[in-house]
């Protein structure tokens, strides 16, 4: 055993910090997406990046990750100015990141995943020995448990986030990027999150996490760098603060986002759901689930993601067969039926991206399609563009759609913006029964008390609302009733007064685990 | 303007598309006449023969044009197909089954008026494309069959059925020896067109490109289509069955390449069902698509491109001696290019400021 002296050299020569961005700036034409940011990631520790969606944040790691280059400024790699061309030299340099969006392939197993993001694979056939070894064990040591074997579709959304994370341990990343990790995860998954960053950090890895939600941070970073209007306003020890100046760092000014839930006396029965199942594959997702609601009620549903929440919301909007009996306004509908098209129904659809709007088609298209045949806006099939323009120009003052024009392609918007317009859309029709699954997944906190407030609206006119979201304080703070949902089941309902954050979480984790066979 | 949806973003958005397809048709030629030139022939020789053949003279400009007809219409058959996220490789038989269906209406209903005679031709030749498109339409809604593979393959079987239908029961009992059937009765031919050497089935391209263009931007169907190709998944989260637009649009496609092969029959030179007859334009129809960026106007232009290499290449073999399978090279290279330039857009688009990259102003706090 030699003794600490070179060892203490060599921590002198670490003592550089793992990450430093120095004046960088990133442009975009006229839009000016970062401002001569600077901060120092010290080597070992959880360092937050806290913003606003469109604060600058993602820009920012993007220029870190190569997958753009800054304008100006310098980044520094372990005290070593670099250029980072693309994301192999950053992955060269030890710099891992998780997207928001996923970068896995859907019809592929875990480890076939896990292989090609290594890259380097053998021209014949692949090793996959080691790498399923090397796999179970990293996956034990760090709770991230995932069969080996599942393809990607599969999986929920929260374990497809652990395929990435073991992505790049398995990759030896040094310094870990993670781009809001936590929008698709429970309290419960977030804890296990939580203990894994904390383990990471211990073993001399470096994490850097973009959120912004402060209760998140305050979990589990050492230090948080404040972004606003792509410039850095503040650098704060975690010890040294408190979430209050933080929001107001964030926002500009003063921050309350409490909900004050209605209580109103419950109206006539709008959904009245019995015995629902839900097939998937070999087995139900949804297994025996029974419930009602009520005129001016929001039912919340709780669980951790992956429960039959997805296969639930299918079923209900008409996207997928069932067996059992759902009523709306008492009469039954059919199981499979294009309920889609029943104007009784408003549906927020989990993956807004993927089933809610078309990036590509413009506001007022996005905005129309539910109604673009109907009457109104169609004669003997041709569109009638005046009354279309004219409808979305009203909807779009309506919801406050922040857009230059309605013919702006829908992606050109922010996620904020293109919830409003999912909103408008399923608002417009004016449902009965609003089903609102993670309406607020991804969005900021101005997008959000927009969400909250045009539930609250429906609410007050009249309108069930079905909530499912993975967010807990979310759906305690909004629901009337709340129903934990676990494998498949609704293990549970309570009244709002009844449940607490402690009640529902032990509920979620599964106290009642034999459900799930 | 606006009436058909048009904006300046996506008005630039087209002029960009139609700078890369003229570059890609420009760069197909020059290729083309420089691999003429490393085999030993005069390029300017070439060229210039190439021009007469295609726009020498009226008689050429005519034959040109008349190639237009058939590979409008299948380009169009194309686009519409693959609108609705359907990939149409079996056009070839689609066209070859119109021509056989115009061919059993134009030598088999005997005492009908001419105008009655040909529209039914015409309808028997949609017909007989749009079943050749039915089975795979079917089997994709039934059993997810890919419409690729199935179509492709029923392009053999059509080719095979039309093989032996002119040696055997539609033989030409007249006939000098020639492998063809009996000749389509004059009154169900497209009239002349003036002296111009055309017929009036001419008029289905701006007929056809106007009906496309119009579905496409002012019906619902044409809002169907949009959403489908812009996202199958939300389209069926709006309650549209996407799988049944898709069946229609490939019996729509197979009707468009129907009435290409029965054009293609009709026009010939013998006015009857012939082994060869669609000689390929049912593939040549896809590049014609593709090259047009596929808008149905683009592909009148891209048409006259590829039907000027068709009829110019045949002079250049007789004049110059080289031989016209150098216009299948440029076919090729316009559809490796119209390839490229693919991703080279794409490329420069990801170099540009993206959507999800740029910081939103959204002061909605």
Redesign the interface.
């Known amino acids: 055993m030699p003794d600490g002296s070179p060892e203490v050299t060599q921590g002198g020569r670490q003592a550089a910090p793992a990450l430093r961005l120095d004046r960088v700036s990133k442009r975009?034409?006229a839009?000016v997406?970062n401002d001569e940011v600077s901060f120092a990631v010290a080597r070992g520790s959880v360092h937050a990046l806290l913003g606003?969606?469109?604060?600058?944040k993602?820009?920012l790691m993007?220029l870190v990750f190569g997958l753009?280059h800054p304008d100006q400024g310098t980044i520094e790699v372990g005290g070593e100015p670099v250029t980072i061309a693309g994301p192999r030299e950053a992955r060269e340099r030890g710099i891992g990141m998780v997207h928001q969006h996923f970068k896995l392939v859907g019809d592929m197993t875990v480890l076939e995943n896990i292989v090609l993001s290594q890259g380097g694979m053998g021209l014949v056939g692949l090793e996959l020995g080691p790498l399923r070894e090397r796999l179970t064990d990293l996956s034990s040591r760090f709770n991230l448990e995932v069969d080996p074997e599942a393809t990607i579709e599969a999986l929920s959304v929260g374990q497809q986030q652990r395929v990435e994370i073991l992505k790049l341990l398995v990759g030896g990343a040094e310094i870990l990027i993670l781009d809001e990790p936590t929008a698709v995860l429970t309290p419960a998954e977030w804890s296990g999150l939580a203990a894994i960053l904390r383990r990471l950090v211990a073993e001399g890895r470096t994490v850097v996490f973009i959120s912004h939600k402060l209760g998140e941070i305050f979990d589990v970073a050492d230090r948080c760098t404040v972004l606003r209007?792509?410039a850095v306003v503040g650098t704060r020890e975690i010890a040294g603060t408190d979430k209050a100046e933080l929001a107001r760092l964030m926002?500009g000014?003063d921050?309350a986002l409490r909900v004050e839930r209605e209580h109103l006396p419950a109206g006539e029965e709008i959904l009245a759901v019995e015995g629902l199942r839900v097939a998937a594959g070999a087995r139900d997702a949804v297994a025996e689930i029974s419930f009602t609601v009520h005129a001016g009620e929001v039912l919340g549903v709780a669980g951790v993601d992956g429960n039959g929440q997805a296969e639930l919301v299918e079923a209900l909007?008409?996207?997928r067969r069932f067996d059992g009996s759902v009523r709306l306004l008492g009469e039954r509908l059919a199981p499979g039926s294009?309920t889609?098209?029943d104007p009784r129904i408003g549906?927020i659809?989990e993956d807004r991206h993927?089933?809610?709007?078309?990036?590509?088609?413009?506001v007022a298209?996005n905005l129309?399609?539910?109604r673009?045949?109907q009457p109104g806006f169609?004669r003997f099939?041709?569109?009638r563009?005046a009354a279309v323009r004219e409808h979305s120009r009203r909807l779009i003052e309506e919801f406050?759609i922040?857009t230059p024009?309605p013919?702006?392609?829908l992606?050109?918007?922010?996620g904020?913006?293109q919830q409003k317009v999912v909103l408008a859309r399923e608002l417009d029709r004016g449902p009965r029964l609003l089903i609102a699954a993670q309406p607020t997944r991804g969005l900021?906190?101005?997008?959000m008390?927009?969400v909250y407030g045009r539930i609250a609206e429906f609410k007050r006119s009249g309108g069930a609302t079905l909530l499912i979201s993975t967010e807990l304080e979310e759906v305690m703070s909004l629901s009337d009733r709340i129903a934990v949902m676990v494998g498949g089941r609704f293990v549970a309902i309570l009244d709002n007064a009844e449940a607490t954050l402690d009640r529902v979480g032990s509920l979620m984790a599964g106290v009642e685990e034999r459900a799930a066979a | 303007m606006?009436?058909l949806?048009l904006?300046r973003?996506r008005l630039t958005g087209s002029l960009g598309a139609l700078a890369s397809s003229l570059a890609v048709a420009a760069a197909a030629l020059l290729i083309m006449l420089a691999l003429i030139a490393i085999i030993g022939y005069s390029p300017t020789a070439t060229a210039s023969a190439f021009i007469d053949g295609a726009f020498g003279g009226s008689h050429q400009l005519a034959a040109t044009v008349m190639v237009m007809i058939p590979l409008v219409l299948i380009g169009l058959a194309w686009i519409l197909a693959s609108s609705a996220r359907q990939i149409n490789l079996g056009l070839e038989g689609q066209v070859l089954m119109g021509g056989l269906g115009a061919t059993l209406a134009g030598t088999n209903l005997d005492g009908l008026a001419a105008a009655p005679h040909l529209a039914l031709t015409v309808i028997a030749g949609a017909l007989a494309g749009a079943i050749w498109a039915l089975l795979p339409a079917i089997l994709y809604v039934l059993r997810d069959v890919s419409v690729l593979l199935s179509s492709f393959m029923l392009n053999f079987i059509g080719a095979l059925l039309i093989a032996y239908l002119i040696r055997g029961p539609l033989k030409n009992p007249g006939g000098l020896g020639l492998i063809e059937s009996s000749p389509i009765d004059l009154d169900a031919l497209w009239p002349k067109l003036g002296t111009s050497g055309l017929r009036w089935d001419v008029m289905l391209i701006p007929a056809a490109v106007l009906a496309l263009t119009v579905v496409q931007h002012?019906?619902?169907?044409g809002?169907r289509l949009?959403?489908i190709s812009?996202?199958e998944?939300?389209?069926?989260?709006?309650?549209i069955?996407t799988k049944r637009i898709a069946a229609s649009a490939l019996l729509c496609s197979g009707a468009l390449a129907g009435i290409a092969g029965s054009s293609l029959v009709l026009d010939s030179f013998t006015g009857s069902l012939t082994e060869n007859f669609a000689s390929g334009y049912g593939f040549i129809g896809i590049a014609v698509a593709l090259l047009a960026r596929n808008s149905p106007v683009g592909c009148i232009a891209s048409a006259l491109l590829f039907a000027a290499l068709q009829q110019g290449g045949a002079l250049v073999e007789t004049r110059v001696g080289v031989p016209s399978a150098s216009v299948e090279v440029a076919q090729g290279m316009v559809i490796i290019l119209v390839a490229l330039s693919g991703l080279v857009l794409l490329k420069v688009s990801r170099n540009r400021?993206e959507?999800?990259?740029?910081?939103?102003?959204?002061?909605?706090?």
């Open positions: 975009f034409g839009v997406a606003e969606n469109g604060a600058g993602s820009t993007n753009l209007d792509g926002v000014r921050v909007s008409g996207n294009k889609a098209h549906v659809p993927r089933d809610g709007v078309a990036l590509e088609l413009s298209d129309m399609m539910r673009f045949d169609a099939g041709f569109r563009q406050g922040r024009s013919a702006q392609p992606g050109r918007l922010s904020g913006n900021d906190i101005g997008a008390e927009f | 606006s009436a949806g904006d973003e002012l019906t619902t169907v809002f949009r959403l812009a996202s998944s939300a389209a069926q989260h709006m309650g069955s400021p959507a999800a990259l740029v910081p939103e102003i959204d002061g909605t706090v």
